[in-house]
Structures are given as structure tokens and as C-alpha cells.
């Protein structure tokens, strides 16, 4: 039997939508599929992200990261302004608070350098007059940080998808997957559903943008990787609505290289608000976004993972804080206080978390890199970390430019990070 479509792919998020979009441009005769099991696009970590399109101030020069970000930046901005999707070019200040911070801050002034990034550093004295409710001994001011609605470019990409003859199937879930020398086949249901039969879906070839969920379709295949997707939790705070001029710009820390994540931050939303966040807290559950989450068969395969145990007992110490001040509303006050005094816990309003899908090796290493793992007829974004959303479009060619390396041959590139 001949297979249904030339490419599936599986994700309704940014990374897939842009992959599927791009997938139909190189082959408009194709017939490409576009999977997501969740009712509507961008439901998880494209929607629940702080909406900044980021200029690449933390990225090793050199590196993929650093690159796509960078390319990603301008090609969002065009993509906005073609399909008319609000963008606010803010900027934004990374503010340190002591003298710690401001050594910190003068190597990332010189990576931005490295990184071919405008930015400025900003003495105290500037700092104030730039920002009067900002506290801080410097700053570093880069002006080419926007911030966007991802949700509104996800769903003008798929648009465009459909335009040029792309499908998607929403509220269809994989379960199964099978690959022989002719196609892949998933078998496929409707998530609360009970009634509704299992179906198969044939493809020439997969591309899996899975994001909360890429291990588990790694597994289906019997892949062979040593990585588990851990989840975190980002936790914000929306400011009460008398202090949406609060800032002018995005108002970030000076992060610590030792943590995996940036810091508490105040963001300018696109819709005018100001939240506050995020933290980083271990979550229970991989879309678990209300405030009490728990899922058994996640937290069964998470506590039974080695890595679990090893990322967890590296960074201890600084857990138990991020769990303290999830549940202690003064102490996640206490850290956006340090740069901006004015705030009162009044201030800090409730606001929807996300959850981060930190892939982690068997030993513990947090996988900071995009890694991939493929098959004769697949393959699978297992980490697209930060700046993922800002860097869709150049992550997408990537991945077709691998995509079009195998389908003439087949022959498996081996597991892979790439950076």
C-alpha cells in the first residue's frame, strides 16, 4: 500500500509549524500532513513563553545557537510586518545589582561583541535615566530586543501552510509508530475520545517536533537515546494594571553561568502588560499548568531516570529556592525588588505558568544545545531550547536540509547535538 502523505510531521508548536511550512515550499507538489494533538495550535511552550524575540546576548559565538537566533531575529520582524502582526521593538537591559553581577556583565558585553550584537553598557547614572524605577550599579542596553505574540505568528505560518496546499490534523494524538523499508505509519486516536477508533497514517518520511513529549516519540520508533524530557515550571506574576509604564524596556538580571536559567525577569507584553517571571521550578507534571499538577505515569518515568536524580542533587540548593518562592510570594518578590524597589507584593497578580522541556542526559548534563536523533524515515527535534521561538524559521531550514540529505538515500545520520 502506498503511502498517504510524503512528509508527516508531528507538532502544532512554532519549530513544527515552521518545518511544515517550509517543507511545502521546497516541494509544493508534496503532500505534507501536520499533526498536533491538542485542539488549537501553540498550546504549550509557543504559547506560554514570554514573548521576546531575542537578539543572542548568551550564546557562544560561533555557535548554531548564536547563529540561528541572529538570522531568527530579522526573519520574524519581516514575517510580522508581511502578515501584519503587532511587534514592539523595546529593547532590553540586563541590570546588575553588585559588583559580582558587574563583572558578569562585562563578559557579556564582550560575547555581544563576539556575536556581532548592538549593545551599549550603561553606567548607573544612565541606567536611572533611561529607567527612573530601576535600580541597578550598570546595565546593558540592547536595542534590537522586541517582544511578540508567538501564538499570532504561529497561526499566520500555518495559514500560510495550508495556502500552499499543507493540511493539519488537530485533536489527533500519536501512539504508535512503525517504519519499514517503504513508509512510517502512525497509528493515531483522539485524545478523550473513547469511542472513536484508532487510525493509521502513512508517510514517505517524519519529521517530530514533539517538544514536551519528544522522548516518548523517540521511543516509539526504538530509538536508541540516553536523554528524558524533564519538565520545569515557569512560574510569572502579572503587575497590577496601574504599572503597565512601569519600564520602557525588558528589565533581565545578570544571569549566573552555574544555572541553566536566566533568571526572573519584567517583560513588556505585547498586549501592554508587564509580568513577572519566570522561575524555574521542578514540575510533576509535563503540561501541568495549573498550580497543583501531578501526573503519575510522568513523575514514574522521571524518579526511575538516572539523569532525574543527578541534575537534581547538582543544583540542590538552588531547587529548594525556586520551590520555597513558588509557594513564598515575598521571597519571588525579594528577586525582581532587586532592581526594581518600588514593587509591593499588592503588585503581583496571578498569570498563567508555563513549562519548559528540558532535555536531560543519563548523567545529568542539561542538554543546552538543539539534539536531534533520526531513523531511515524519521527525524526528531528531541531539545529546541531557547531562543527556539525567535529562531523557528532558521531551525526549520535546518531541519529540511537534513530532511533532504536522507530521503534520496535513507543511511541514518547518527544521533546527534548540534552547536
Known amino acids: 500500500m502506498s503511502p498517504n502523505y510524503d512528509y508527516l510531521v508531528i507538532g502544532g508548536g512554532i519549530v513544527g509549524v515552521a518545518t511544515a511550512c517550509e517543507l511545502q515550499r521546497r516541494y509544493p507538489d508534496d503532500k505534507i500532513l501536520l499533526i498536533e494533538k491538542e485542539s488549537q495550535l501553540a498550546r504549550h511552550q509557543t504559547g506560554h513563553n514570554s514573548g521576546v524575540i531575542h537578539a543572542g546576548v548568551y550564546y557562544t559565538p560561533g555557535s548554531l545557537k548564536a547563529r540561528f537566533c541572529k538570522e531568527g531575529v530579522q526573519r520574524t520582524l519581516t514575517f510580522c510586518e508581511q502578515h501584519d502582526i503587532p511587534v514592539e521593538s523595546c529593547g532590553k537591559l540586563l541590570v546588575a545589582t553588585n559588583k559580582t553581577e558587574l563583572s558578569r556583565m562585562a563578559a557579556l558585553f564582550e560575547r555581544c561583541k563576539e556575536n556581532g550584537i548592538d549593545a551599549e553598557q550603561l553606567d548607573a547614572e544612565a541606567l536611572r535615566l533611561r529607567e527612573p524605577q530601576i535600580t541597578g550599579l ?98 510569572y506574576y502579572r503587575l497590577a494594571a496601574r504599572h503597565n509604564q512601569i519600564v520602557r524596556h525588558l528589565i533581565y538580571p545578570i544571569p549566573d553561568p552555574d544555572l541553566p536559567f536566566l533568571g526572573v525577569h519584567l517583560t513588556r507584553m505585547i498586549d501592554g502588560s508587564v509580568t513577572v ?27 526511575s531516570f538516572p539523569g532525574f536524580w ?81 529562531s523557528a524559521m532558521p531551525i526549520a531550514d535546518y531541519i529540511c536540509d537534513k530532511v533532504a540529505e536522507k530521503m534520496p538515500t535513507g543511511v541514518p545520520v547518527i544521533n546527534a547535538a548540534i552547536d
Open 138 to 235: 550598570g546595565a546593558i542596553f540592547v536595542p534590537s530586543t522586541s517582544i511578540v505574540d508567538y501564538r499570532r505568528v504561529t497561526e499566520a505560518m500555518a495559514q500560510d501552510f495550508q495556502a500552499k496546499g499543507g493540511q493539519i490534523a488537530l485533536h489527533t494524538e500519536v501512539t504508535a509508530i512503525a517504519e519499514n523499508d517503504d513508509a512510517i505509519t502512525l497509528t493515531c486516536r483522539q485524545p478523550g475520545v473513547p469511542s472513536a477508533e484508532p487510525f493509521a497514517v502513512r508517510g514517505r518520511f517524519l519529521v517530530s517536533c514533539g517538544g514536551l513529549m519528544a522522548d516518548r516519540l523517540t521511543r516509539m520508533l526504538g530509538l536508541n537515546t540516553d536523554f528524558q524530557i524533564i519538565p520545569y515550571r515557569g512560574e
Open 277 to 303: 517571571g519566570p522561575n524555574a521550578v521542578q514540575g510533576w507534571k509535563r503540561e501541568g499548568y495549573g498550580r497543583f499538577n501531578f501526573s503519575l505515569r510522568d513523575c514514574a518515568e522521571m524518579l
Open 310 to 390: 543527578q541534575v537534581t542533587a547538582k543544583h540542590l540548593k538552588t531547587g529548594l529556592q525556586e520551590f520555597r518562592d513558588a509557594w513564598w510570594k515575598a521571597g519571588y518578590l525579594k528577586r525582581v525588588r532587586k532592581y526594581c524597589p518600588s514593587l509591593v507584593l499588592a503588585d503581583l497578580e496571578p498569570y498563567p505558568a508555563g513549562v519548559r522541556a528540558q532535555a536531560v542526559l543519563k548523567d545529568g548534563t542539561l542538554v543546552h544545545d538543539f539534539l536531534f536523533a533520526d531513523s531511515p524515515r524519521s527525524l526528531h527535534v528531541c531539545n529546541a531550547p531557547s531562543p527556539a521561538a525567535t
